[in-house]
């Protein structure tokens, strides 16, 4: 065992028996660099990455590669999904020196962490043009014996190129219809008309941009920015990489078409896509919007809640396919012969028609994903339902893959708010439970008696490792959420203590810029900061969001100042790379509408007037639109304040920009008054 076997990562305990002596990241090893006079090896991947696997069998885990990597480097093993902000750091580096950029990330830096030399994976074997791993390290090794001023020069131009890369802020003025109608023709004249989504293979879920093309549609009728929405949900739910079986997504598809995915299945992924999904419902009524937000929240609930009550990271890709050996996709494919002995013959025909499996298979060794493509006839919906039962409890006899099971904060809170919603809009108040859940373990272990936020934890242990600012933004977030489910107040309570966190420690005071680490933090080489986002929303972006809710639930001028400063990247942004800054967009349309504050008071929140009233606020698909409910002269709500009954009745005020409707006692004159 070597020293990653006290850490708490899941990653990282993978390779606490390798023959290779890791540290983790930490100053100690940096200064055993320093003492020895020896460069550092940084690797850098996360638990359900597959060629992170692959990277590790053949080297890692290899006798005399590590006996070379112990006798000439100080081998430095991080978790990117525990330290983001290193990650981030040195894939900037990379991504300037290769163009490219991915996991497993090799970056081999001097003892003062500056980097000279990177890539992603190395073979154990020349390949394709590509060195095998034993000649980089040996070349490394060579120059940095044979040539150190050289080595100091080239880490010393990466160094200044990496802070000579202030992105530009682009003002303090949020976007206006110019930039939002530049945008949606941007995304226009990307996205796939045939298949759904936006450019080629890989195709990833844009989920980020369908929220944004809701809210668009929401706010303007535009049925195109709809029509895209639908039509991208559609075939990513009949496609491989939704799981016909289990419900949830896997995190990207290889192909155009959504057929075959890369099996990994990421909490924020399922997060965000099960909140699209619910939205897409509220919109147009889609039973597939709502049947897939349903089983993706049920998936997050079964399979990623953990014994403390927060969502695990990520299932792996790789599973034993009953033969000792890991292969990618193995718990999820199917070829007939499998499906005849679950089901027999008639049965499997069936099945094979509807799930699209066939002898040739659409993986490998003629194996299928199943899906569910477009073709003609009806099937029997009680025999179909038989069918897939059948197979699921048949598939849950397989070797599952792993799961990391650290919690993030940062994806936690989007869980949270995807739960949250997802319970209210389909009246399942155990989603709801889920969502409170999770929320009481991030303020149990993740906050401290400051309101700071530890990043991730495992086990009811609080790791070590700070949080960054998409973990206060994006809890925020979901505290926001559960508090208009809820109407309980102390979850905008908590959302402010976040959100303080951000405007004194993460902001700019000069410009109004966000940084993706506080002013206290670790001191890299660089302070990270970008604003675009990817697989999830970036800090910048979901700050923006969760400032310009709370400012619209209490009337904070200065977290609307905040969100409106954040605001002014979109309206840089946003017309050049939309696909690249689709919750930033979405936040954009929240701002433009308002957006809208409604406060729905009732004798008590046990009564049915006032329940129905809340419901009807929950269902409107004003943009960003803020709910708080409470009894009347309640004070858990800056809103509710001042708020009288009608008739002794429940009531319900929307406002936005500082003017207000006359209160309402009627579901449908509310109903309107969102939907408009």
């Not at 989603?431 to 086990?459: F, I, W």
Request: proline letters at 5%; one cysteine or more; hydrophobic letters at 40%.
């Amino acid at each position: 065992m070597n020293r990653l076997a006290h850490e708490t990562s899941p990653y990282l305990l993978q390779h606490a028996d390798n023959p290779v002596d890791w540290w983790p990241w930490s100053e100690e090893a940096f200064a055993e660099a320093r003492r020895t006079g020896r460069p550092v090896l940084l690797s850098v991947g996360y638990s359900s990455c597959h060629w992170c696997h692959v990277m590790a069998h053949e080297s890692f885990e290899d006798q005399a590669t590590a006996e070379f990597l112990n006798e000439h480097f100080v081998s430095v093993k991080v978790d990117r999904e525990e330290r983001p902000d290193v990650d981030a750091v040195y894939m900037e580096a990379v991504q300037a020196a290769t163009g490219q950029g991915g996991w497993p990330m090799t970056v081999f830096l001097t003892p003062d962490a500056e980097p000279f030399y990177s890539g992603t994976y190395f073979p154990p074997e020349p390949r394709h043009g590509t060195p095998s791993f034993r000649q980089v390290l040996e070349g490394v090794r060579a120059a940095w014996a044979d040539r150190p001023g050289e080595v100091a020069e080239v880490a010393g131009k990466i160094v200044r190129d990496l802070a000579g890369r202030e992105i530009g802020f682009g003002g303090t003025q949020a976007p206006g219809e110019a930039e939002i109608a530049q945008a949606l023709l941007g995304l226009t004249r990307e996205y796939d008309a045939q298949r759904g989504g936006f450019g080629g293979a890989p195709k990833f879920p844009p989920s980020m941009v369908l929220e944004f093309l809701l809210r668009h549609h929401a706010r303007t009728g535009a049925e195109g920015a709809l029509q895209m929405a639908q039509d991208t949900c559609e075939r990513m739910a009949r496609g491989g990489i939704y799981d016909q079986l289990g419900g949830g997504f896997a995190r990207y598809a290889v192909d155009r078409g959504w057929v075959v995915p890369h099996f990994e299945k990421m909490l924020y992924d399922n997060a965000l896509l099960c909140r699209v999904y619910t939205h897409l419902w509220r919109a147009t009524g889609s039973e597939t919007a709502r049947r897939v937000a349903l089983e993706t929240a049920d998936f997050m609930v079964r399979e990623l809640r953990t014994a403390e009550g927060g969502f695990a990271s990520a299932l792996d890709a790789d599973s034993d396919d009953g033969s000792g050996r890991h292969v990618e996709g193995a718990y999820y494919v199917w070829d007939p012969a499998q499906l005849r002995e679950v089901l027999g013959d008639d049965d499997a025909e069936l099945a094979a028609r509807y799930f699209g499996v066939t002898e040739e298979g659409t993986f490998e060794h003629g194996r299928s994903v199943l899906r569910l493509p477009q073709q003609e006839g009806v099937f029997d919906a009680e025999r179909v339902e038989s069918v897939r039962g059948r197979l699921f409890a048949a598939r849950a006899g397989r070797p599952a893959p792993g799961r990391d099971d650290k919690v993030v904060a940062a994806w936690n809170g989007l869980a949270i708010a995807a739960l949250a919603e997802t319970g209210a809009c389909f009246d399942r108040p155990d989603l709801v439970e889920a969502a409170a859940g999770a929320a009481d373990l991030l303020v149990r272990l993740h906050l401290d008696e400051h309101a700071r936020l530890t990043r991730t934890s495992k086990d009811g242990r609080a790791g070590a490792n700070a949080g960054v600012l998409e973990d206060y933004a994006d809890v925020a977030e979901g505290f926001l959420a559960l508090a208009s489910v809820t109407g309980e107040g102390v979850w905008l309570e908590f959302a402010g203590l976040l959100l303080d966190h951000v405007l004194a420690r993460f902001v700019d005071a000069c410009s109004g810029a966000l940084y993706d680490t506080a002013d206290d933090a670790e001191k890299l080489i660089r302070r990270p900061q970008d604003p675009t986002d990817n697989a999830t929303p970036s800090g910048w972006s979901a700050a923006a969001g969760a400032l310009l809710s709370y400012a619209a639930h209490t009337g904070s001028e200065p977290h609307r100042t905040a969100a409106e400063r954040a605001l002014g990247v979109v309206k840089a942004l946003g017309p050049r790379v939309p696909r690249f800054i689709g919750w930033g967009l979405a936040v954009a349309e929240a701002w433009l509408d308002g957006p809208r504050e409604v406060a729905v008071v009732g004798p008590s929140l046990d009564d049915e007037a006032t329940r129905t009233l809340h419901r009807t606020a929950l269902l409107g698909t004003a943009p960003g639109a803020v709910v708080a409910v409470g009894a009347v002269d309640g004070d858990e709500f800056p809103l509710l304040e001042g708020r009288p009954l009608i008739d002794g009745g429940a009531a319900a005020y929307v406002c936005r920009n500082f003017t207000c409707d006359a209160p309402t006692t009627d579901p449908e004159r509310l109903r309107t008054a969102l939907n408009s």
